[in-house]
């Protein structure tokens, strides 16, 4: 159906991404979602989820065939979202954190790859595709990317960092086609990353919570939408009060 609207989301297949996508597909939105894995069997059973591709968005290679599918599928139609939600945030088996004295330095080159870069090719990728839908990119970054965290690595908090001046450049230069570019940051948010260490985090949270997966996608859905048809640039804390510390 050519008159619904289109998103391509990153990272989909748990989480954060996983609940995003339900949230657009629950608003009628066609869904085209890319991770790692394969799509699970009840996404299959959406009536709105259009196409799955299974990429590896760190690797160059795979990434530019994930960009040459996705217009594909698209097929000229426009694409009113973006959603650059795929990260990665290594530890060790211990689930030590990584900071810059130890660590494989390859490991750095990872995490921007598909921290940083992969929002960056995408955002190019299907530049002509979001003009047409006058479209929106939302890039997911991180409470991480505006303060030491105690559990998130140096590699991955400035790799945040950089997304978020990221998302500023986009939202001046992308404006030119028409197309908005806005960040959210999400603070400790309960997922299967996250782990009985985080309890520790909970009293230096204003409303006294983890925020949950579907916290965040409100936030993304609300910034691809109409509703915020006058915002870019801008980068929503969804911490419950915590990046305020």
């Known amino acids: 159906m050519p008159h619904r ?15 995003t996508v339900s949230r657009f597909s629950a608003e009628g939105w066609r869904v085209i979602s890319c991770s790692r ?5 009840h996404c299959r059973r959406d009536p709105n989820w259009t196409h799955h591709i299974t990429a590896d968005l760190a ?10 599918e996705a217009n594909r599928v698209l097929g000229g139609d426009p694409l009113h979202a973006l959603v650059n939600n795929a990260g990665v945030s290594p530890k060790t088996p211990i689930k030590e954190r990584l900071g810059c004295l130890n660590g494989d330095i390859a490991g750095w ?8 870069f992969a929002p960056l090719v995408l955002a190019r990728g299907f530049a002509a595709a979001l003009s047409r839908g006058k479209g929106a990119i939302v890039n997911v970054t991180s409470i991480a990317g505006h303060q030491v965290h105690p559990f ?3 590699a991955y908090s400035t790799s945040k960092a950089a997304l978020s001046g990221l998302t500023r450049e986009m939202a001046v230069e992308f404006a030119e086609i028409g197309v908005r ?28 919570r983890m ?3 579907e916290d965040v996608a409100a936030v993304i859905y609300y910034l691809s939408g109409p509703d915020s048809g006058y915002v870019t640039g ?12």
């Open 152 to 154: 998130a690595g140096s």
């Open 59 to 68: 690797d160059p290679a795979s990434r530019m065939a994930f960009v040459e």
């Open 211 to 213: 925020g949950t997966p």
């Open 181 to 208: 570019a806005n960040a959210v940051a999400p603070g400790e948010i309960e997922t299967a990353m996250t782990g009985p260490e985080y309890d520790v985090l909970i009293p230096r949270i204003p409303l006294k």
């Open 37 to 41: 894995e394969d799509v699970p069997a």
């Open 5 to 19: 609207k289109t998103v391509i989301l990153t990272g989909a297949s748990r989480g954060i991404g996983h609940s």
């Open 234 to 245: 801008t980068e929503i804390f969804i911490t419950g009060g915590q990046h305020l510390f």
């Open 109 to 116: 080159y990872r995490v921007f790859e598909l921290n940083f």
